[in-house]
């Protein structure tokens, strides 16, 4: 509307962006150009399941409006087939994931992600890949588990300074409320489906977090490293913003 007041926006410009605002119907797609609007991140898109093909089309018509983009579970060739449109993305080996970050500003400490043992890396690394494009700087502390508990205790001066902290762990779980149990900021749980088989694909790791007997820790669902790193940046991003309040 400032752009039309000014005259460098035509009213019938003006239009074609307001009828987007809603959503994009690409057919196989909707697009919701205006997520950022309401969140502090534009939408992302989910690439398993997808096509190249499909990826590609969402990701450039969502980047022609926004100056970030996230595209999580995707492989190097899906990468390599939206390199083409897009050149300054990135791609993130071990989270599976694809980022495009065109802004310039300054990432706000307070976010650290942990993980029990290497296996959860990538769930791990999602979560980590989430909170950073969000605008949060993000600390990494892995292979810490239960089985080699100094480990984890060398790290509790640095994880009682964060604002929030994300726990990712397969097997039985336990590092949630290990964690919780010894910070005063709020635990974010990942169960992964990593581990042999009474684990059940995540499932073992899952009800040990949700019946924590800890106070302070959210789980999320198995292997969701992005709505782990989302709900972290939320909680960091909220807390700054009271603390400069």
């Not at 009682?160 to 900021?185: D, F, H, N, Q």
């Not at 924590?212 to 700054?240: E, H, P, Q, S, W």
Request: hydrophobic share 45%; aromatic share 4%.
């Amino acid at each position: 509307m400032e752009s039309v007041a000014t005259g460098t926006t035509s009213i019938e410009e003006a239009l074609e962006d307001l009828r987007l605002l809603p959503y994009e119907d690409l057919g196989f797609a909707k697009l919701d150009h205006h997520r950022a609007l309401r969140d502090y991140l534009p939408e992302a898109v989910l690439g398993q399941g997808k096509t190249p093909e499909q990826v590609v089309a969402i990701a450039t018509r969502l980047a022609e409006r926004s100056g970030r983009l996230l595209v999580t579970r995707v492989g190097a060739d899906v990468f390599a087939a939206l390199k083409e449109h897009l050149p300054d993305a990135t791609y993130h080996e071990t989270a599976r994931c694809i980022t495009l970050d065109r802004r310039r500003e300054a990432p706000v400490a307070g976010v650290t992600i942990l993980c029990a043992g290497t296996s959860d890396l990538p769930v791990a690394e999602e979560a980590a890949v989430t909170a950073e494009l969000m605008g949060c700087a993000v600390e990494r502390v892995y292979d810490v588990g239960v089985a080699g508990i100094h480990r984890l205790l060398d790290y509790l001066p640095q994880l009682r300074e964060a604002r929030a902290l994300v726990v990712v762990a397969g097997m039985e779980g336990a590092l949630p409320s290990v964690v919780a149990g010894l910070v005063a900021v709020p635990v974010v749980a990942v169960p992964t489906s990593v581990g042999y088989g009474a684990s059940f694909q995540g499932i073992a790791p899952l009800l040990t977090m949700l019946n924590t007997c800890a106070a302070g820790v959210a789980v999320v669902n198995i292997d969701n490293g992005f709505g782990a790193g989302y709900l972290a940046a939320v909680i960091n991003r909220l807390a700054v913003s009271e603390k400069r309040d």
